[in-house]
């Protein structure tokens, strides 16, 4: 079943960088409702809860899973109730055996964060545009990679 808007969560401990995300979502023409969290233990204990609806991206950004030490990736894609879900991992910067590692650890997309709002709001209302295109379609996102 398609529903008519994408449910995401977004883990970010930056007050002004989850502003800006809230308003990117809010002033998309695909319908968004965003849950934030500070940290990724929350979103675990959240995601283990039974009855959870499954979101369909999960932004978060790089230096909260190196603050947390997190085995976050191997622990969400290792349960097949999470295969639909698309994780997108953002940061300033990537090392190149980082944005590697990501991948091979299961992150779907990979995004530098551009230094200004308008690029910003660009870059991130064309990736919510794709994943509304693969939500719809019913496409395989456990093959889904992109890097922006």
Not at 52 to 71: A, G
Not at 121 to 147: A, C, D, L, P, R
């Amino acid at each position: 079943m398609t529903k008519d808007y994408l449910n995401v969560f977004l883990i970010e401990d930056d007050e002004g960088k989850r502003i800006f995300f809230e308003n990117i979502f809010t002033d998309s023409k695909i319908a968004i409702t965003t849950n934030t969290f500070h940290n990724v233990k929350c979103v675990m204990d959240l995601l283990g809860e039974e009855d959870i609806l499954v979101p369909e991206m999960v932004w978060i950004n790089k230096s909260i899973l190196e603050k947390d030490n997190s085995e976050f990736l191997s622990e969400i894609k290792s349960d097949v109730k999470f295969n639909t879900m698309v994780i997108l991992i953002y940061s300033e910067n990537f090392k190149n055996d980082e944005e590697d590692d990501f991948l091979v650890k299961g992150a779907n997309i990979l995004m530098k964060l551009p230094d200004n709002y308008k690029d910003m709001k660009k870059i991130v209302s064309e990736i919510i545009t794709i994943n509304w295109q693969y939500h719809t379609s019913g496409f395989n996102k456990n093959n889904f990679i992109m890097k922006v």
